[in-house]
């Protein structure tokens, strides 16, 4: 079950607006997944060239269409500048149907709880609105702040799910799990 409500479009959180990306917003996508720093820990996810952005972005769309959710563009309520994105996709882990969180941030956004704030929002989003398929966090070992995001969305360590990922060995934090 989804929710193809254009109200899912937009999530708020007390200092975060949550919406869906526009075109407007290719630029962002550019600029956060081209630091290096960004993407030091998913080296697969950087891009290079403005034209990748806009692939990402008809690809993140594309999704919103397919199942009326995806990643979100994370802003601060009183500012337009693009903080960075969270959200969720559907994908298949071990052979189960599960959602996966996203978050990653500009380097000018770390430490402040932005992403946690947004993990927090789209955990609860997903729990209401896609409650079918368990919702699970791919993180990187080494990654220690994504990690600490992925326990304040509320999410635990399931290491019998860890495995290899894009981009190598995957620790998975899951929200609920079919018995």
Request: net charge positive; glycine share 8%.
């Amino acid at each position: 079950m989804t929710d193809r409500n254009p109200a899912a479009e937009e999530l708020q959180t007390a200092r975060l607006t949550l919406r869906r990306p526009a075109e407007g917003d290719i630029d962002a996508i550019f600029a956060i997944h081209h630091d290096p720093d960004t993407c030091l820990h998913n080296p697969s996810d950087a891009l290079a060239r403005l034209d990748e952005a806009e692939a990402l972005y008809r690809r993140w769309n594309d999704q919103w269409q397919r199942c009326g959710y995806g990643y979100w563009v994370v802003r601060r309520r009183d500012s337009d500048r693009q903080l960075g994105f969270c959200g969720i996709k559907p994908m298949e882990l071990r052979g189960m149907k599960v959602l996966n969180l996203f978050y990653r941030f500009a380097t000018s956004a770390w430490g402040r709880g932005y992403a946690g704030e947004s993990a927090m929002a789209v955990t609860a989003w997903a729990s209401r609105h896609v409650p079918g398929l368990p919702l699970i966090a791919r993180v990187r070992p080494a990654n220690i702040a994504s990690q600490h995001v992925a326990i304040r969305a509320g999410l635990t360590r399931k290491e019998h799910l860890d495995g290899t990922g894009y981009d190598g060995f995957d620790w998975i934090y899951a929200a609920k799990l079919p018995n």
